[in-house]
């Protein structure tokens, strides 16, 4: 329940920089068919890392297995080289859809992040309402998740977990349920909130233009395992080897 | 002879509830009637409303008139007080101190019971469904003695307790208490765990769980069991009150009867219905403040 100690938390408050994640031949599951078997990764500090898979391969699980909500069956979950024993407020997350307490307003969703870790009440109200302006919900503060678009609720999921500076983000499909032109927009909004945090970013995604778009490196999950590794060409759009990629990866899904 | 005529005596705060269950929705009628456009606010209709008062004038003039005649048809309405009658002693009773002083006296011990089962409750059906060892210890003995009905732990409760009055209380809490710990279990087992995922995700712990995702979460479900323990608390409240005790409307029921007061008996009914009537309106009053949130159809509809 404690939260693992951030590894040897600096005396001084050094600029922040984004945890280095890893997985360590990590199955997770029992029985002949585990979700994962034998998974290694690495993520680098600060690197936005997209996980393509199709349905079943096993992403979500790796995703939550990183937050430390699921424990694998064998191997070992790693943040700055510490193993990952529970879930942490380093490491937010932000889920498909309806994970907003329905409850709680806009700003009570946002502020929930703060709360959780006993923030005063008056830096709580400055911060949630900046991170509100910065993904374009001024003026909805007050309303309620089930009277939000489901872009505006995914934009909500989003400063609830980028408002309490965590070291990494993880994010499971988070625009998965979006129309297509919603997606384009918060992907733009994303890339442009993801420029100014040092936070190492791993998003799972079943689209690969998004995972080209958004990431510095993909990592193709499929049949319990890494399948390929592939570095982003940048910038990407419109290039040959980016035209190469896509095509390579869709193969490999 | 006492049981048959006992057995109606005590259905009455029975359906008392039961029969206030849709009075007690219609505040939420014109709202209702603005949110399903489409659908002509029934509740609203005037015409319906008139309809309905003579429905109840005509039911009262049924009973004035059977009265009146002294009618047997199967049924003896010949010792049946008229409603004339019955209006008049209840203005009588309504300046006695004696009635209000019985009126505070039910109010009293069911407030006291079922806020001793509300929070008795609601915590032990939280416990239950949070973890499984509290399950295996509290679980056994409670599904034992649940399918008892309260009333029938009357005998029990006078053994145990040195005052009659905490025997009344703990009668009342007996029968509030299980319907609000089992809904409050089967809702917090409900809970979609992504809630619970996304406040541990946040750096929440045990306790932040608890009090930003499970009680608040569970909340819908507990008023239902809130509402229903309301109910059977009345009954037995009464019923209790009947066996034992030296003051309450049930006990001043009963009384009424024994002392061939019939007027009175019927006094006693009308208390204790709209009694029942107004602390089950409170609940859903007080139950759909909190859950604001819930998208109106169920908001509205529970």
Redesign the interface.
Known sequence: MTAPAASAAPATPAPRRGTALALDRVSLGYGRDPVLRDVALEVAPGEVLVVVGSSGSGKSTLLRALAGLLAPSAGRVLADGAEVRGPSAERAMVFQDDALLPWRTVRGNVELALAVRGTRRRERAAAAAGWIERVGLAGSERRLPRELSGGMRQRVQLARALVGAPRAVLMDEPFGSLDAQTRAEMQRLLVRVLADTPATVVFVTHDVDEALLLGDRVTVLGGGGVRAVHDVPRPHEGSDDARALRARILEEL | MTGATGTPAIAIPQEAPQASAPDAAVPAGPVVGHVRTGRRGRRGDPASWAIRAASLLAAAGLWQLLTAADARIGLRFDRLPSPAEVVTELARQLGTGLYWLDLAQSVIRILTGFALAAVLGVGTGVLVARSRRAGDVLLPPLEVVRPIPAIAMVPIAILLFPADEQGIVFITFAAAFFPIMVSTRHAVRAL?T??E??????????R?VLW??VL??A?PGVLGGLSVGMGVAWICVISAEMISGELGVGYRTWRAYTVVDYPGVIVGMATIGVLGWVTSGAVELVGRRL?R???RAEGSGS
């Open positions: 979609p992504l809630w995922d996304a406040v541990r995700t946040l750096g929440g712990g045990r932040r930003n995702v608040p979460g909340l859950t949130w819930l998208p």
